[in-house]
Structures are given as C-alpha cells and as structure tokens.
C-alpha cells in the first residue's frame, strides 16, 4: 500500500472541521491518504508511535544518565563526623559578641517602641483610656 501525502486545502470548510475533530497544531501539517481513502495526520502518528516506544527502549537499553541506579558510584565516600568542620577559638568570645549584638537590637526596639507611645499621646492619635475622665458638677 503506498502512501500518498499532499498539503491540505485550508479554504474547504469539511477540512477545517476535521483538523478541528483530531485537534491539529500548525496549519503546515500535511494530511497523507492511504488507498483506502482514509485520512491520517503524519506528524500526529509519528509523535504517537514515539511516545509508546520510547518507555520500551529506555528500558531495555538501561538509563544511560544512571539516575535510577540504585549502587553507588565506584568514587563515593561515606560522610563521617571526621568530615566537619572543627571548632576553632574561644567559644566565650563568640557568645559574648552575639549577646553584645542582640542587646543592642533589644534596646534599639524598645527603645523606639516607647518613643512612639509618647508621640502618638503628645499629639491626641492616641488614647490611653487608664481611668474614666472626671467631670466637675
């Protein structure tokens, strides 16, 4: 059976509703026609065929990048504690220039916090409501 391909008349209107049906990409797709008058799209079948052999080829001539490779590489060497890194220097000066860096972050913070309470009451956006407000009778 041979098979004969030929670009597709886009100006048909019963063309347009079968690229429509199979949901073709690019208008430069070519229908071929077997001899029996049926209609096939190349390109469609062609990317058919690949998805269905490529799963059978990747496995049977193995994966090739060794991400499913469940030994480890002849080079590898196990991490041990030997591998870290050691402690060096005072651990007395460390901790004592974190608490000098944090204390100054706490001060800052509240120090700013309460200056904001004070100008939000000095300008009335405030109000503290501690006790009810006197009237004199």
Not at 49 to 58: E, F, I, K, N
Not at 73 to 78: I, L, S, T
Not at 83 to 109: C, E, H, T
Request: overall charge positive.
């Amino acid at each position: 059976m041979r098979v004969q391909c030929r670009p597709i008349d886009f100006a048909s209107k019963r063309n347009k509703r079968k690229l429509q049906q199979w949901n073709c990409g690019p208008i430069s797709t070519s229908i071929c026609e077997l001899g029996q008058g049926r209609l096939f799209l190349r390109q469609k079948t062609v990317m058919m065929l690949t998805r269905a052999v490529q799963p059978t080829l990747r496995r049977v001539l193995g994966a090739s990048s060794g991400a499913r490779s469940y030994h480890p590489p002849a080079d590898f060497k196990e991490v041990t504690y030997n591998d870290m890194p050691v402690p060096q220097g005072s651990w007395q000066a460390q901790y004592d220039a974190n608490q000098r860096k944090y204390n100054m972050r706490l001060i800052f913070g509240v120090s700013f916090l309460v200056g904001t309470l004070i100008v939000s009451k000095a300008s009335g956006l405030f109000e503290f409501n501690w006790a009810p407000k006197m009237k004199n009778k």
